[in-house]
């Protein structure tokens, strides 16, 4: 009888748990003065049809191109609070950078998410796999159902939970409002969620007085999330 309390005690725990990052120990090699991971689409200018909310910063115009969708992705893993990683697109020609670039061919080799549509019927869904010299996570690879060209909001959550896998979250076993869990509503949540921010904030601590980088069940409650 008490060996089933303790069992149930346990399972209660470990359903509870928010974020989760199984291989902490698997990293990309940067660091926070070192922070940059390059975004590589296989194709740039697929174009969405625009059906994003009223309140998501995408909001506005009829369709944007799949560049613009990853860009918009981008910036809100670099704005996460207290977290370091910074995500910028891979650019068109590494010989002509945009303005604000932080681009370096030696640097992108070993630090580049491919974004690629694949064989529909090939995949369910979309696809991740890292790559790894030892511990150190060297490349991404990101294949999707081209299905969801048919939004924008399928496009941000599918990308965007592959990309929460590069960047080392797995899935929540929990219901939370979160875009890498199993059970999201993609109508609903198609962006980052405060749970998947708390996660890539744990893996990636940017030092901030007075930020406590201890991983922490959210429970479902995201009020304590300063973002
Ligand atoms: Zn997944």
């Known amino acids: 009888m008490k060996k089933e309390r303790l069992l149930l005690i346990i399972l209660f725990i470990f359903m509870s748990l928010g974020f989760r990052v ?4 698997y990293r990309w090699d940067i660091n ?7 975004i590589k689409p296989c194709a740039r200018d697929i174009v969405l049809p625009n059906d994003v909310d009223s309140s998501d910063p995408l909001y506005g115009s009829t369709a944007i191109i799949v560049t613009t969708a990853l ?6 893993v670099n704005s996460i609070f207290a977290s370091y990683v910074r995500l910028e697109i891979y650019p068109a020609d590494p010989n002509n950078l945009p303005p604000g670039s932080h681009f370096e061919i030696a640097k992108a080799q070993n630090r580049t998410i491919t974004v690629c549509a694949g064989d529909p019927s090939a995949l369910a869904g979309g696809h ?3 790559f790894f010299e030892g ?6 690879e990101i294949i999707y159902d081209p299905t969801v060209h048919r939004g924008v909001k399928d496009y941000l959550a599918m ?7 590069c960047l080392g979250l ?5 219901i939370s409002d979160s875009l890498m869990s199993y059970y999201s509503d993609i109508e609903k949540t198609y962006r980052l969620a405060p749970d998947d921010k708390l996660g890539i904030r744990y893996l990636y601590p940017a030092n ?9 069940a959210t429970y479902g409650l995201s009020c304590a999330y300063k973002k």
């Not at 199984?22 to 120990?25: G, S, T, V």
């Not at 901030?208 to 991983?215: I, L, Q």
């Open 208 to 216: 901030v007085p007075g930020v406590s980088h201890k991983e922490e």
């Open 22 to 25: 199984p291989f902490k120990e």
């Open 170 to 174: 797995d899935h929540p076993q929990d």
């Open 159 to 165: 990308v965007g939970h592959e990309i929460g896998h």
């Open 135 to 140: 511990k150190e996570v060297v490349s991404c």
């Open 128 to 130: 991740s796999q890292r």
């Open 32 to 38: 926070e003065a070192n922070n940059y991971l390059w």
């Open 71 to 76: 860009n918009s992705i981008a910036t809100d």
